[in-house]
Every structure is written in C-alpha cells, then in structure tokens.
C-alpha cells in the first residue's frame, strides 16, 4: 500500500471555481502534512501546511485534515489560470516526508 | 528564485561517464536532501544528511554516492549510470532534520538525461 496516494487527474476547473484535491494516507501516526505545487519544469514550491485537525485558511486556500479518516485536502477558491500546476501532498511520519504522485489541475479561462 | 541553488539544471552523460550534481543553501539550514523525481512516480527521498552526517540511505544503487562537506553543500557524485536513472535530481534543505513539522525548500532541480 502506498504511503500517500492521490487521484493523478487531470483536474479541469473554470476560472473562479473552487478546485478541491484530495490526499489520503496509510500512517495514522502521521504528524505534519504539507500542499506544494510544481509548475511544469519547476521545483515544488509551499502552498500550506496543517498539523490539526480542521480548516486552515491562507488567502484563497484552504487546508483541511481529518486525522480518523486519514485523508487531508486543499480547496483552491476563486481559481484562475496561474494556479494549474500539478499539487503534491506531503505527509511527515518520524522524520520522514512521503510524497504522493501529485494532480495535476488545469484552470480553464 | 529560492535559497537552494543547484548546478548544472540539465545534464546529459553516457553511461561510462562520471559527473557530480551540486547543491548549495544560503538559508542557515542544518538538514539536505537528495531527491528524485520520476514522471508519473512520487519524489523519492534518496539520501538525508542532517549537520554533514548521513542519516538515511534509502537503498539506493552504489553508482550515486554523496558528498556533504558542510551544512551549506551537497554533492551527488554519478558513475556508470543507467538510462533508466534519467530524472530530475532534486536537493532540498530544512532547518532541521529531527523536526517533524519543519518545511523543505526545494532547489531548481537538474534535469539528467542518461544516453
């Protein structure tokens, strides 16, 4: 089983929809949990990160963690064209970080 | 542009040559990290060094080896490669090591392309 697994999309959204990626994982010891987006030929960059369960809200992102369900999301509110990249969820048990796949989300004007 | 720089960020070798990727923060940080990124694979965590001292090996293949001097430098020293290693080689630096919660910076990366 895959320590973090997301759905690889690709995610299409209209510009100034919510965009909603979802990110579940195998360790429920699992402490930290950290969104980068990576735009094509970049390097993976910080959005968020959440410790807690519940909402954590940055501008028009919003983290969300639900430790018994093991799954922690970001919505992307108001969505415009220069958030399509591909979004990693990160997911930190010791001191080790586990990456998923990554979706990737397109914002269609 | 971030505070972790690599070089070259495109290399192209055969498979008999020897080349080496280098890393290099300007952040202060303790902990460095090589990764690697395959299409359509997770980042996979390759080595970590935490104060210059290699803590987690992450059975990769003896033909990568590392080389950190100093908390600010990171080598990755290539030899005999295979086509199937061409990737981009990721470095990341992290204040701390044994601190779950710290966030990694991630360098520009180095597209590798093995013939």
């Known amino acids: 089983q895959k320590e973090v697994e997301q759905n690889s999309g690709p995610l299409s959204v209209p510009e100034g929809a919510i965009a909603s990626l979802n990110c579940t994982y195998s360790?429920?010891?699992?402490?930290?949990f950290f969104w980068y987006r990576q735009y094509s030929g970049k390097s993976p960059e910080l959005i968020m990160f959440i410790y807690s369960n519940g909402d954590k809200e940055d501008g028009r992102f919003t983290a969300q963690l639900n430790k018994a369900s093991q799954y922690v999301s970001l919505l992307i509110r108001d969505s415009q064209p220069s958030d399509s990249a591909t979004y990693l969820c990160?997911?930190?048990?010791?001191?080790?970080?586990?990456f998923g796949t990554g979706t990737s989300l397109t914002v269609i004007p | 542009e971030t505070g972790v720089t690599q070089t070259p960020r495109h290399l192209v070798m055969g498979m008999t040559n020897k080349k080496s990727l280098k890393c290099e923060q300007h952040l202060g940080h303790n902990a460095m990290y090589w990764y690697k990124q395959s299409a359509k694979k997770p980042l996979e965590l390759m080595f970590v060094?935490?104060?210059?001292?290699?803590?987690e090996n992450n059975s990769v293949p003896s033909r990568f080896s590392p080389e950190c001097p100093n908390s600010s430098h990171l080598f990755l020293h290539l030899h005999t490669l295979q086509p199937e290693d061409s990737a981009l080689y990721l470095c990341a630096s992290s204040p701390s090591w044994a601190r779950s919660g710290d966030e990694q910076f991630f360098g520009p990366g180095t597209r590798l392309t093995v013939l």
């Open positions: 990160a997911v930190v048990t010791g001191n080790q970080f586990y």
């Open positions: 060094y935490n104060f210059k001292e290699q803590t």
């Open positions: 360790d429920r010891g699992s402490q930290s």
